[in-house]
């Protein structure tokens, strides 16, 4: 029983260790190994043409946050974004494929995922902070036969559930991160 207590403490000093957002990493200065020593393991990773990188870190399943981690060809940290936000949900466009919308979102909850038979159509759904500091969704619909978007649609979540899915505050309370 002991030897298992120390084993959760490890662990979960261990998840301390790795920074929600990045905080503390320089541009041009942090490396991958620094990106990954700091954040932890990315949910994804992208290896672009040009010889940059791209890793996905959503922080959920109900969290509000998925930074993107772009690092150049020269191995160095360019940016970190939090991609769950309106402007990255207006590039998602009909006819994309789902590659390319994860390239933009990353993954959205596995959870959230639902399939409608009727329609052949999958949904994602990522939440986030909307614009007024409120919880939402946001769903990208796609044709399944075609594996393509068909649309999209951000809903707050008191417009989903009359019981609220966490504190009223939570949003109005987030600190940045970087």
């Not at 957002?21 to 320089?26: D, P, V, Y």
């Not at 009727?118 to 969704?137: F, G, I, N």
Request: charged share 15%.
């Amino acid at each position: 029983m002991k030897k298992q207590w120390m084993v959760i403490i490890a662990a979960l000093l261990l998840g301390a260790c790795a920074s929600y957002g990045g905080r503390g990493l320089n541009p041009g200065v942090a490396s991958l190994d620094d990106v990954v020593r700091v954040m932890g393991q990315p949910a994804m990773r992208w290896q672009n043409e040009d010889s940059s990188t791209q890793l996905v870190y959503p922080r959920g399943p109900m969290g509000y946050h998925t930074f993107m981690v772009h690092i150049g060809a020269d191995g160095k940290l360019q940016k970190i974004e939090n991609v769950l936000d309106p402007k990255y949900f207006s590039r998602i466009q009909p006819g994309m494929t789902k590659d390319q919308v994860l390239h933009i979102l990353g993954p959205s909850t596995p959870a959230w995922t639902i399939y409608f038979k009727a329609r052949d159509e999958l949904v994602w759904e990522w939440r986030y902070c909307d614009v007024s500091a409120v919880p939402a969704r946001f769903h990208v619909l796609f044709d399944n036969s075609m594996g393509t978007v068909r649309s999209t649609l951000s809903i707050t979540e008191d417009m989903m559930w009359p019981i609220p899915m966490g504190p009223a505050n939570w949003c109005s309370s987030q600190v940045a991160f970087n």
